[in-house]
Every structure is written in structure tokens, then in C-alpha cells.
């Protein structure tokens, strides 16, 4: 497989198109926001004048009432992908979100919990507050804990989950996993930006730009709609920004101004994740993206590698 990864506009989509171009392939979306239906404009969604007619899949696969993961993400694209191969074509998969990317290549599966657990964790984690979870999880699974915020309800609930569901932590299984083979190879492709200034002004203009086609009409039509404010979808940036201001009557303008700063930080991050991977080839643009310049960079590693 070919991953295109990287931070937030860095121009992916379009090296992702002409790439499945060039080489008779399929686009597999990984960004954990783009699965929500109705969430165009927030989550950058690929219109389909950019898709310009490359098959894009994992993109409007759920509501944004549902609580989408990782174990989700995986189980659905698995089939995708084993299609695209039997059918003698190329996955390319395109994203920002590295937890999706990773565990896809690794076909990594994951239990299937009834969710009566998960109920009752949410529960204690009411009447008890979260710090007594936190501490709970420091016995059952210190390493676990070691990793997360004490603030992280959503992980922390997960590691006690997997815990009292399996008998086993969150630990033994990612180190099990970790000794196993990717199921699938990838050739990486990262997409950054020499100067860090510059990615800072394209995500600024990207927000400004959304703010321009409407995304605070977006958010208002999911409030609208009744998606609760704790849902998975609403965390994503913009959407719980802009949330909170439509609700409270707050400043569209400043609350604008909080999705460019949590955009760059949330790059930083991201950044961080690809660069974890040194088999990575990264393109570095100057100022704007070249699609002319990254297509044949990309061309070029690719065929060292005999694609």
C-alpha cells in the first residue's frame, strides 16, 4: 500500500488523487472526522471536483450521532482494502490521523464489547469522579496509565473497559501486537513545509476559508439536529469550538481565531506521529504546495522501491 500522511493542509488530498491516478488506484480515506456524514466543511471533505473521479472510500460512513474508534475504523476498511487488491488495483491510503494509519497497516482487530461495561465505567466515573478511575487504572495497568492525561475520560475508560472485559490490559495487548508483522507494506509519503510559518499561514487560511463557505451554518445544522454536545463528532476541531460559541452567544470571530491556534497545535502532533516513522519519504514545500513537484518526488521514491 501507499500512505500519504502528514499534518492538517498540507495538501494530501490532491497528491492522493493524482498519485491513484498515475498508478490505477484507490483512495482510502484515514482521517477520523471525514467518516461523519454531514460534516463537509470542517473536516477539509474532498468535494467531488477534487476526487475528479478517483474512488474515495471510509469517508461518510457514520452519522454523527454515533461514537466512532479506531476498532471501527479498522473493521470497515480491512474489507475495503482486500477489495481494492483482489481487483488489481492500488490503495492509497490518504489521511492525517496516524492511529487509523498505523492500525491498518497492521490489521490490527479488536474485540467487540456489548458496551454494559463501558455503561457502567461512564456511570462510576459520574458519581466517583474521574481521579478515582485514573488511580484505579494506575493498579490494574500502570504502564497504561503512565501514558494518558489524568483528564483523558475517553482513554482511561477504554484501558478499564479492555481490562475487566478481557481479563487482560490495554498493555499486554499492544505489546503482543507490536511483536507480530504488519499485515500489509507501505510505502510512506509525508507532506510538510519547510518553514514552520508557513503551514501556520496555510492552516490560518484553510480556517478563514471555512469560516467563508459556512462553517458556522454546519455546526449550527448539527446542534440543530439534536447531536449532543458529548459526541465524538462535536470534539473535533471547529465544530466544538464553534459549538460553544453559537451556544452561548459567544464571538464567531474569537471562537475562529481558538480553531486556528487548536489546528496548529493539534499539526505539531501530528507531525510528531509521522516522524516516529524514519522509512518515511517527506516533501517539504516552499511557501504553497507544488502538486507538479510532489508528484514526481513521490513518482521517484516510489519506483526505487520497484512501485
Known sequence: MIVICGPTATGKTALGVALAKALDGEVVGADSMQVYRGMD????????EEMDGVPHHMIDVADPE????VARYVDLALPVVEDILRRGKRPLVVGGTGLYIDNLLAGRRFAAFSGQRRRELEARCQAEGLAALYAELGRVDPRRQSELHPNDEKRILRALEVYYETGRTMSDFHAETQTRPPRFRAARIGLTFSRREDLWARIDARV?????????????????RGVPQEATSMQAIGYKELAAALR????????????????????????????RHGDTHW?????????????????AFLSQLGI
Not at 267 to 273: E, F, M, N, T, Y
Open 283 to 299: 516533501i517539504a514545500w516552499e511557501k504553497h504546495p507544488d502538486l507538479s513537484l510532489g508528484l514526481h518526488s513521490s513518482t
Open 41 to 48: 466543511i470542517g473536516t477539509a471533505k474532498p468535494t467531488p
Open 248 to 275: 452561548g452567544g459567544g464571538d464567531l470571530a474569537a471562537a475562529a481565531e481558538e480553531v486556528k491556534l487548536r489546528s496548529r497545535q493539534y499539526a505539531k502532533r501530528q507531525l510528531s506521529w509521522f516522524r
Open 66 to 69: 454515533e461514537d466512532f474508534s
Open 208 to 224: 478563514d476559508d471555512m469560516m467563508a463557505r459556512g462553517l458556522a451554518g454546519e455546526v449550527r445544522a448539527l446542534l440543530d
